[in-house]
C-alpha cells in the first residue's frame, strides 16, 4: 500500500513529493513509513499499519470482508483464485464478503478507466464458491458516462456496484 501511495503521490497530493520510505522490514519486503514534503516546506511521516497475511488469521474466524475500490485488480489477474481461496478459508460458514468497485458496461475489465463489469465480478466470485445474495444500486450514478478514470476522477461521481455474497454453509 505505502509503495502504491508513493508511486501515485502526485496524483493524491499534488506539489508533494517523496524524501525517503522506510527499508523493508525483514524478509517481508514489506514496508510502512514514507516521509513527503510539500512545496511549503512542510514535512508529512505516513504511517502504513502492517497486517499480517491471511494465512496469520485462523480459520473460520471472520464474520465479515469488506473490499472498496480495488477488487478489480485482482479479478482476472493470476492472484485471483488464491485471493478467494484465502477469503473463503478465513470466513465463518455464512460469513459475507462485501464488494464495491466502479463498474463499466464494458466486457471484463477496462485498465484505461479502472472499472470493471459488475457481471464479471459477480462470475469471478460466484465460481470461487461465494453465493450472490444481493445487489444494491445505493451507489449507483446514471449521470457517470463511464469516461473518467475511477482512480483519479471524483470518486464521488464515479457509478459503484455494491455487492454482497456469502460463504456457504449456514
Known amino acids: 500500500?505505502?509503495?502504491y501511495f508513493s508511486r501515485r503521490l502526485k496524483d493524491f497530493?499534488?506539489?508533494?513529493?517523496v524524501v525517503r520510505t522506510e527499508p523493508p522490514i525483514g524478509k517481508t519486503g514489506r514496508r510502512a513509513d514514507l516521509l513527503t514534503v510539500d512545496g511549503f516546506n512542510t514535512l508529512r511521516l505516513w504511517e502504513f499499519k502492517l497486517v499480517a497475511g491471511y494465512d496469520a488469521i485462523p480459520a473460520g474466524s471472520l464474520d465479515v470482508i469488506i473490499t472498496i475500490r480495488n477488487l478489480h485488480h485482482v479479478v482476472g489477474s493470476n492472484g485471483e483464485a488464491a485471493t478467494f481461496a484465502q477469503w473463503m478459508t478465513a470466513l465463518k460458514p455464512g460469513g459475507v464478503?462485501?464488494?464495491?468497485?466502479?463498474?463499466t458496461t464494458m466486457e471484463g475489465?477496462?485498465?484505461?478507466?479502472?472499472?470493471?463489469?459488475e457481471q464479471t465480478m459477480i462470475?469471478?466470485?460466484?465460481?470461487?464458491?461465494?453465493?450472490?445474495?444481493?445487489?444494491?444500486d445505493?451507489?449507483?450514478?446514471?449521470?457517470?458516462?463511464?469516461?473518467q478514470n475511477a482512480e483519479t476522477g471524483n470518486r464521488y461521481?464515479?457509478?459503484?456496484?455494491?455487492?454482497k455474497f456469502r460463504k456457504p454453509g449456514m
Do not use: K
Open 1 to 3: 500500500m505505502r509503495d
Open 13 to 17: 497530493r499534488p506539489g508533494e513529493r
Open 97 to 103: 464478503l462485501g464488494v464495491v468497485d466502479a463498474r
Open 109 to 117: 475489465y477496462d485498465g484505461s478507466t479502472h472499472r470493471i463489469n
Open 123 to 136: 462470475d469471478a466470485i460466484t465460481a470461487a464458491g461465494f453465493e450472490l445474495v444481493e445487489s444494491s
Open 138 to 147: 445505493l451507489l449507483a450514478n446514471a449521470d457517470d458516462d463511464l469516461s
Open 157 to 163: 461521481d464515479i457509478d459503484r456496484m455494491a455487492l
